[in-house]
């Protein structure tokens, strides 16, 4: 009788284990689909801009510094390999954005222009799905680190080799102020 019930404690005792380690796997697969979410936004994102770079071109009274600013953004984006490199990249090319937005304000000619309004719809609606994957992603993320962290499972991430993730998050106060628009 005894040693049925010693059996079934260390039957319990693994299948727990089992399950800890089945959670790390789901949640590093959602952390992964997740951030395939905010990829394919991104691209979206990438892929417009050069229609909206060429559209403010058109016009003879753009300033160049602020075209090149989005370009220059736009590459790093392009060139960014790991997720904190990508998320300061990104962040850059929004607070670009914010500037080449602002020279619409600006120019009232290049304001009242329906490719380039059509344009900046576009990429408000672009942006605030990737607000949305990047709120997503980071709670999963928070999930998944918080359970590294908690006892017994970090007994079972330790065994299994299981990392720490990174947010995707804002890196310098800087970017999280509003950019100046001068008019």
Do not use: M, P
């Given at each position: 009788m005894g040693l049925w019930i010693f059996l079934g404690i260390v039957a319990a005792v693994v299948l727990y284990f089992?399950?800890?380690?089945?959670?790390?796997?789901?949640?590093?697969?959602a952390i992964d689909s997740s951030w395939s979410d905010i990829d394919v936004q991104l691209k979206r994102r990438a892929n417009l801009i050069p229609?909206?770079?060429k559209t403010v071109k058109s016009y003879k009274n753009y300033e160049q510094e602020t075209l090149e600013k989005v370009i220059e953004a736009r590459q790093r984006c392009e060139n960014?390999?790991?997720?904190?490199?990508?998320?300061?990249?990104?962040?850059?090319?929004?607070?670009?954005?914010?500037g080449l937005f602002a020279l619409a304000e600006a120019y009232p000619e290049l304001k009242a222009d329906t490719q380039f309004t059509k344009?900046?719809?576009?990429l408000s609606a672009i942006e605030e799905a990737i607000q949305n994957a990047r709120?997503?992603?980071?709670a999963v993320v928070r999930d998944y680190n918080a359970k590294l962290h908690s006892f017994p499972d970090?007994?079972?991430?330790?065994?299994f080799?299981?990392?720490?993730?990174?947010?995707?998050?804002?890196e310098e106060p800087s970017e999280r102020k509003m950019p100046d628009i001068d008019l």
């Open positions: 089992i399950a800890i380690y089945n959670k790390f796997v789901s949640l590093r697969a229609a909206l770079v960014a390999k790991e997720i904190k490199e990508k998320a300061a990249a990104q962040n850059a090319l929004t607070h670009a954005l914010g344009l900046q719809n576009e709120r997503y992603y980071n970090l007994l079972v991430a330790n065994k080799n299981f990392k720490e993730r990174d947010y995707f998050e804002l």
